[in-house]
């Protein structure tokens, strides 16, 4: 008698499944377990989401934007996560609906938005008409969370903050200049300033 040989579908089937079972094991629980050890360990404060604390609660994140509207405070650029899902309330800065608008330079919905953002911005910091607006000020980022504003915007709210909180105008503007961060490694990207640390820095410099 002899022994029935395997058929080419069996000897297919069975080292595929084993090649599949050895990369789930490899891709799927080793190499995250590994990088999720060695974040935690060389930079624990970004593997745990940049988390800023005050008095030991969790208030934000410095790399998700908060939607501040109170003259007291500077404003955040525009937020494209608005998608409302299960509310008919706006979401601003919703990290669930992270994304750009999708409008094209020549959209009218796009067109006619920055107008309306820029008369906006203009009135509530009391700017003449021909104050040129800075284009983060009246646009959302692409991914619709950006915790900041460049230095010409957060100028020109300076002053509607020191009047919003009684403080010196040179007061704010040093706040702000403590409060810039610088291209990163030297060379990329642009000045900035992270919008909730210094509404933080604002809140702490009125109660000392």
Known sequence: MTVQSRSPFVSVLIPAITTAIWFIILCGIIYPLLTTVVANVLFPYQAQ????????KV????????????PKYFHPRPSATTKTGTT????????????????????????????????????????????????????????????????????????????????????????VKQNTQGRQFGLLGEPRVNVLKLNLALDQAKSK
Request: net charge neutral; aromatic share 4%; glycine share 10%.
């Open 49 to 56: 989401g940049s988390l800023i604390t005050v008095n030991g």
């Open 59 to 70: 208030i934000g994140s410095e790399l998700i934007g908060q939607n501040f509207t109170a």
């Open 88 to 175: 008919d309330k706006p979401q601003p800065y919703n990290a669930a609906q992270s994304g750009a608008s999708n409008y094209g330079p020549t959209n009218k919905k796009l067109i006619d938005g920055v107008k309306d953002a820029v008369a906006a911005y203009r009135k509530e910091n009391g700017l003449a008409d021909n104050v040129l607006v800075p284009v983060d000020a009246v646009t959302a980022s692409g991914s619709g969370l950006d915790p900041h504003i460049s230095i010409a915007n957060a100028n020109l709210q300076s002053p509607r903050v020191a009047k919003a909180r009684n403080l010196p105008l040179t007061e704010v503007q040093k706040l």
